[in-house]
């Protein structure tokens, strides 16, 4: 890339100059889609950010919340108030790294799951749980299954390594994907009212002191690289713009950030990412209304010769810029050194410009003294740098309403096809690779509708009354079927859906951070695409009460093989009292009754039943009170009387039911239709329960409660639908649900 005439005009107007060569490119990276959100920064004021609950919302590198106390978490969110809230709080954030993941599947899982770590550190919090949703083109092409065992295994190396545990996530296939795919990952991290730092630059004349791992050539470009579309031959010509984890000097620098947050020593912070030292730093400053000087041969380096603008902007992983007091520095360094870790005060926060020099290096390798001639690379406002992007206005068109077109195959056929589909098969093949209770607060892990942990500092007596902490609940995902059905319809049906997930586990919802990944902007129907996603997000997560306090925009999802499906992944934290919850499969007990808590719809758009067998149809219809139907849900699993309950959405009730099937306990369902069977409106639960009528009474008529069928104590699914009866052994449904595992084994 290079900067457009427009924008050299805007900074050389600015400037008063032309800019200089390390300017130019910074600008650039700065300035570019990936940093900047130019062209979806004008429709992001559609979310809502604030409650009592946010601490610090959009705008840092993570987010902050308060947990609620005990007792208020057993309440939806809409009825609390600031009293309710503890001085407990939990970063969270979510990245995408989905360009350099095609070019690298392994590097670029793997530092993307460094980069939204080093996130939740540079608020003062120490990560503990990871989520990541996947979207891979179709699972029977040799590339797909290639990026997808690439990306899973740099996920899980580096999860691993650096002990967070990745405990919820999703996979989606999509022929979309094909030429893109989509990796987005979000992690939540630990602190509490005095711990917790910001990205904002407090005082002139602190010095900015750079900790971590020696800066190298790789990654170099990194933030223009995201902002433009894949070409043909990026696996080798964007090989350099891939930076390269290390996930043991990440584990290093993890403890070392704690060490120095124990020691009150950090004033602010910024870790770095896209556009590196240049990006962290200037940004840094700007958000205080400040400037910096910094001299870039101070940066430690691994490589000889780098040069200002490698320096400024190499994308090298496992490193932090912290803000520290003068008097303080000495002991950084200590610490530093302590956890084996580079360390290089770089220079200081002023009130003028962000300004960067460099001295050349003596013949001989040594660096001339500070007295010597200096030559000034960048000198430019740090707000103009971080801040003075235009946004651009671009046209779109309103995406159409699909035609009613319903596929003609046997009810046998439908059901193999959905049960037996990657993107609703089981994804223990993925999950079985992390591991997912290292830091011991997992009490339910992945394969539920959502992860639990616990937050045991919210009992009071947390050996003995376990049940008096708060249970930590996070889903994450989306679902490009609906999408590209509905833009704004599927976008409102994914908010729903990540609630319900976390009512399933009788948790109610505290906040949520949004992925929003789409194709070239530039395509009038692609951002039309774009837009709705936002609009339909947005209006969901306000039905629901839960502020978006973050997020990430990765626009440039284009390739060859065309525009990504508007992905709009959204990750959900909810709360709830204790940590134990109902599981998904069914008792086999002789006393129990099972029935389906919310309401469907008669429409069959983005369901996988027409994916697998063809035909199209209307998005379904969605509750018009989402706050008060996930409610209820959440009320329904938090009853004693409940054994089992399992969110409804991909596959409908027959991969739903089929999911809740073991070797001693099964069921035996009639339905009225095809539609009935397979469609995914969102926000209804199936609950195995000792006490129907206490389910009834939770609900009153908030929503409908209907018995699809009988549970039985023999490993069988029966579906009877319209005439036709399809019965289906544990065994077999395990066996074609076990598609990724059998495929990739």
């Known amino acids: 890339m290079s900067l457009s005439d427009s924008d050299h005009e805007r900074i050389t107007a600015e400037l008063g100059r032309e800019p200089t060569p390390v300017e130019a490119a910074l600008f650039e990276n700065l300035w570019s889609e990936h940093c900047a959100y130019r062209s979806s920064r004008p429709l992001l004021g559609a979310f809502e950010s604030e409650g009592p609950q946010v601490v610090v919302g959009p705008g840092d590198d993570a987010a902050v919340v308060a947990v609620p106390s005990p007792e208020a978490a057993t309440r939806p969110p809409g009825e609390r108030s600031e009293d309710d809230y503890t001085d407990t709080y939990l970063t969270f954030g979510i990245e995408s790294h989905n360009h350099p993941s095609y070019v690298d599947p392994f590097d670029g899982a793997a530092t993307g799951v460094g980069g939204i770590v080093r996130d939740t550190m540079s608020m003062g919090a120490y990560p503990i749980a990871l989520a990541d949703s996947l979207y891979f083109g179709s699972f029977d092409r040799d590339h797909s299954r290639y990026l997808f065992e690439g990306v899973v295994e740099g996920i899980s190396h580096y999860g691993n390594c650096i002990g967070v545990p990745t405990v919820a996530g999703s996979v989606d296939f999509h022929e979309g994907y094909e030429g893109n795919p989509l990796v987005n990952v979000a992690c939540v991290g630990l602190t509490d009212a005095d711990r917790y730092v910001t990205a904002e630059a407090q005082q002139p004349g602190n010095a900015l002191v750079l900790v971590g791992n020696a800066t190298g050539r790789d990654g170099l470009g990194g933030a223009s690289f995201a902002s433009e579309d894949l070409g043909e031959d990026a696996e080798t010509e964007d090989r350099p713009a891939v930076q390269v984890g290390d996930p043991y000097a990440e584990k290093r620098l993890i403890e070392c950030n704690e060490a120095l947050l124990d020691a009150e020593l950090v004033v602010s912070a910024r870790d770095l990412g896209a556009a590196g030292l240049g990006g962290a730093s200037s940004e840094l400053v700007a958000k205080g209304g400040l400037g910096a000087h910094i001299q870039l041969e101070r940066v430690h380096q691994r490589e000889p010769n780098m040069r200002p603008l490698e320096i400024l902007l190499a994308e090298s992983q496992e490193r932090m810029c912290y803000e520290v007091r003068p008097e303080d520095v000495d002991r950084v360094r200590e610490l530093a050194e302590r956890f084996d870790l580079g360390c290089s005060v770089i220079g200081e ?76 098969a089981s994804k223990r093949w993925v999950y079985r690779q992390y591991d997912h209770e290292v830091g011991v607060r997992t009490a339910v892990g992945p394969g539920a509708d959502a992860a639990v942990l616990a937050l045991r500092e919210l009992a009071p007596e947390p050996d003995e009354n376990a049940g008096d902490g708060v249970g930590l609940a996070i889903t994450a995902g989306a679902n ?190 009639s339905l009225p239709d095809r539609t009935a069977a397979f469609e995914e409106a969102p926000g209804r639960l199936v609950v195995e329960t000792t006490d129907p009528d206490a389910v009834r009474g939770a609900v009153g008529d908030t929503v409908p409660v209907e018995s699809p069928g009988e549970p039985t104590d023999v490993g069988r699914f029966s579906l009877s639908v319209d005439g036709e009866t399809v019965t289906l052994s544990a065994v077999e449904i395990a066996t074609k649900r076990a598609v990724i595992e059998r495929e990739l084994s």
């Open 349 to 424: 926060v002023t009130e003028g410009n962000y300004v960067c020099t460099f001295a050349e290096s003596e013949e001989g390798g040594e660096r001339q003294g500070d007295d010597a001639e200096r030559e000034t690379v960048v000198d430019a406002p740090a707000e103009f740098l971080a801040d003075g992007a235009p946004m651009n206005d671009l046209p779109m068109t309103e995406p159409e309403t699909p035609s009613r077109e319903l596929p003609d195959v046997s009810l046998e056929t439908a059901v193999d096809e959905v049960v037996s589909s990657p993107t609703t």
């Open 480 to 669: 490009p079927n609906w999408t590209s059905t509905a833009p704004y319809d599927g976008a409102r049906a994914v908010a729903i859906e990540n609630a319900a997930n976390l009512a399933a586990v009788g948790a109610r919802p505290l906040a949520a951070v949004d992925c929003l990944n789409g194709g070239n902007p530039e395509k009038p129907d692609v951002y039309g695409a774009f837009g709705a996603v936002v609009d339909g997000l947005a209006d969901a997560c306000a039905g629901l009460d839960v502020p978006v306090v973050g997020g990430n925009v990765s626009l440039y999802n284009d390739s060859a093989a065309g525009p990504v499906p508007p992905t709009p992944t959204l990750a959900m934290i909810g709360t709830k009292r204790g940590y134990d919850a109902p599981g998904i499969e069914l008792s086999g007990r002789p006393d129990t009754e099972l029935l389906v808590v919310g309401k469907g719809s008669d429409r069959l758009g983005g369901a996988e039943y027409l994916v697998r067998c063809g035909g199209s149809d209307r998005f379904p219809a969605l509750p018009a009170d989402p706050a008060d139907a996930v409610e209820a849900l959440a009320t329904v699993a938090s009853l004693e009387s409940t054994v089992a309950a399992h969110d409804v959405s991909h596959g409908g009730l027959v991969v739903t039911l089929a999911e809740m099937v073991t070797d001693e306990a099964g069921v035996d369902v």
